[in-house]
């Protein structure tokens, strides 16, 4: 009865501003990954160049440069994953003592906030940085299938299999950039989570900031220009 009782303190602003930023979330993926054909996002015109890279890999010699390029991808995966780690133990070890939010906390409200409201809040952040850490992960062993893949395709360009596998590595390496992707998009997330702690209000409007900068970053950013003029 006392979590119930806690958790009626939590206004139906906050529910609509929680609400509003698991659905911003759900949104701008889907938007990112199913864009129209007239205005494609960054990472649709860089899964074309993936398969492109994959055409020129085959008929490459020799092949070091490209696997220098995978394995920097797969360092990227595994810095994030741990820096995501080490968040997710911030985070935890906040929640176990919300002290430091209290005096926050009442320099915006006078009313008094119980412990378990901090909790359940930061309870989301971890959500959202927990699901980065796995996207993260499975990235980083996606990867490792591409780099594989790549290892099978035959030297001879003449062979009958060297395009079907370059084209089945490029596949790979196209979901494991996806999922890298949404790894990073939640991270952005979980930060504009952390404005929760200040109220509704603070993180409706985090959620605006963060939805926009992944937008623009996507849809209006200079590197998304320089692709468009590579592109057919």
Same mark, same amino acid.
């Given at each position: 009865?006392?979590?119930?009782?806690?958790?009626?303190?939590?206004?139906?602003?906050?529910?609509?501003?929680?609400?509003?930023?698991?659905?911003?979330?759900?949104?701008?993926?889907?938007?990112?990954?199913?864009?129209?054909?007239?205005?494609?996002?960054?990472?649709?015109?860089?899964?074309?160049?993936?398969?492109?890279?994959?055409?020129?890999?085959?008929?490459?010699?020799?092949?070091?440069?490209?696997?220098?390029?995978?394995?920097?991808?797969?360092?990227?995966?595994?810095? $994030? @994953?741990?820096?995501? &780690?080490?968040?997710?133990? =911030?985070?935890? *070890? %906040?929640?176990?003592? /919300?002290?430091?939010?209290?005096?926050?906390?009442?320099?915006?409200?006078?009313?008094?906030?119980?412990?378990?409201?901090?909790?359940?809040?930061?309870?989301?952040?971890?959500?959202?940085?927990?699901?980065?850490?796995?996207?993260?992960?499975?990235?980083?062993?996606?990867?490792?299938?591409?780099?594989?893949?790549?290892?099978?395709?035959?030297?001879?360009?003449?062979?009958?299999?060297?395009?079907?596998?370059?084209?089945?590595?490029?596949?790979?390496?196209?979901?494991?950039?996806?999922?890298?992707?949404?790894?990073?998009?939640?991270?952005? $997330? @979980?930060?504009?989570? &952390?404005?929760?702690?200040? =109220?509704?209000? *603070? %993180?409706?409007?985090? /959620?605006?900031?963060?939805?926009?900068?992944?937008?623009?970053?996507?849809?209006?950013?200079?590197?998304?220009?320089?692709?468009?003029?590579?592109?057919?």
């Amino acid at each position: 009865m006392q979590i119930l009782d806690h958790m009626a303190l939590l206004r139906p602003l906050d529910w609509a501003a929680m609400g509003a930023l698991i659905t911003a979330w759900f949104v701008i993926g889907w938007m990112i990954e199913h864009p129209g054909r007239k205005r494609p996002s960054v990472t649709i015109l860089m899964s074309e160049r993936r398969r492109d890279w994959m055409k020129v890999f085959v008929t490459r010699e020799p092949r070091i440069f490209d696997s220098q390029i995978l394995a920097s991808l797969r360092q990227g995966t595994s810095f $994030f @994953a741990s820096t995501c &780690l080490l968040a997710v133990g =911030g985070v935890l *070890a %906040l929640a176990g003592n /919300t002290e430091p939010l209290r005096g926050v906390a009442a320099e915006v409200t006078e009313m008094a906030v119980p412990v378990l409201i901090f909790q359940l809040k930061l309870g989301l952040v971890a959500l959202f940085l927990t699901n980065a850490f796995l996207k993260f992960v499975w990235a980083n062993r996606v990867f490792g299938y591409c780099a594989v893949m790549m290892a099978s395709v035959p030297n001879d360009p003449a062979d009958p299999i060297a395009y079907p596998r370059a084209a089945q590595a490029a596949e790979l390496n196209i979901r494991a950039a996806i999922n890298f992707n949404r790894g990073l998009r939640a991270m952005y $997330f @979980a930060l504009g989570a &952390l404005a929760w702690l200040l =109220g509704p209000i *603070a %993180l409706m409007i985090a /959620t605006t900031v963060v939805v926009w900068v992944v937008w623009s970053r996507e849809f209006a950013s200079l590197p998304r220009s320089i692709l468009l003029k590579d592109a057919p």
